[in-house]
């Protein structure tokens, strides 16, 4: 089983979509194994907790000081940098947290634990339609 | 095929789990995918070198020098620091390593290579039964 | 469907794989999901921008800062260092980065964005033969 959820993007930071995934793995029904997997090159999944929103703050304030953008002084030695300052640093963080995920899934639900959400992690300025390609088996 | 190991943490740094996952697929038979999923937000899955035990101290300890505690100076920027200062560094970890891994299977055996070990990176202080998902197919 | 793929890689950097994989792909046919997985713990798989090679001599140069070698002096706390000064961070970036994608496949080809290239992200000085398994259901 194939589909592919889009997402729309107004800035960086984390956009939670489970409940998109779950409404789809409990439509299709069954168990097995499903597949998110972005076809991007500038933003990251990531499964964090979807208690506290301070939590998705500071994941976005660690990364952008651990990555900063290439008009930073410390940064000079980057050339990728005609797309603007956001983009080569998004490649990065793109490098460096998952662009795919496997979970598996019981009786139409993803095993995931309590405190755990799915989110779009979102590393460009400019607002962006993102697709996420799914499988299900 | 669907199972949960269950691992009991002690404090932060690897623990490694290839024999209860070796054990497991060679129960099942055949060939195949073997995939595991850490249903918690605050430690990762992590393949890396089993032999030398000097390289899972240097990983524990370089990690905690990129992601400080946050009662550092330098993290004064966090937030979500209600949960103790191992808390939010340890999400940050978590966005950073992988929550999930996914390893071909041939004749009930991962195709791990020579130097390669199954961990689980705890990375929360206190003592913590971790729950991994497995799924087989 | 199994197979292994062999990359020859002479010194760090990302070297392209896409076309070998897809080869393969398509010679299966069908519609599924694509595994790779790499055997070693010192270089990474990743799936980054195949247009502008600038971007692989940044993600390079970034992570070569970011993880210095163990003969920097702000690293004379890490131990393993016996394998040369290029070894325990190349064990760090594969701890940081992906070792193993998961791809869905529609009619023979990985759904790849436009701008996505599979890459094996070499972490070692000295020439290596890296094996990537693969994995087709």
Redesign the interface.
């Known amino acids: 089983m194939?589909t592919e959820f889009h997402l729309l993007t107004n800035g960086p930071g984390l956009y939670q979509f489970t409940d998109q995934v779950m409404d789809w793995t409990q439509a299709q029904g069954g168990?097995?194994?499903l597949?998110l997997?972005v076809?991007?090159?500038s933003c990251s999944l990531?499964?964090?907790?979807n208690a506290?929103p301070?939590?998705r703050?500071?994941?976005k304030?660690?990364?952008d000081?651990?990555?900063p953008r290439s008009d930073r002084p410390e940064m000079s030695?980057?050339?990728?940098v005609a797309e603007g300052p956001d983009d080569?640093p998004a490649?990065?963080k793109?490098?460096?947290?998952?662009?795919?995920?496997?979970?598996?899934v019981?009786d139409g639900r993803p095993?995931?634990?309590t405190?755990?959400g799915l989110y779009l992690?979102e590393h460009r300025d400019a607002p962006h339609q993102r697709?996420v390609?799914?499988?299900l088996?």
Chains 1, 2, 3 share one sequence.
């Open positions: 194939h168990s097995g194994l597949t997997f076809r991007h090159t990531l499964i964090q907790e506290d301070q939590v703050f500071d994941l304030a660690y990364f000081r651990l990555v030695y980057l050339r990728h080569m490649h990065i793109a490098a460096m947290m998952p662009v795919t995920l496997s979970i598996p019981v095993v995931l634990g405190w755990q992690f697709k390609a799914a499988h088996a």
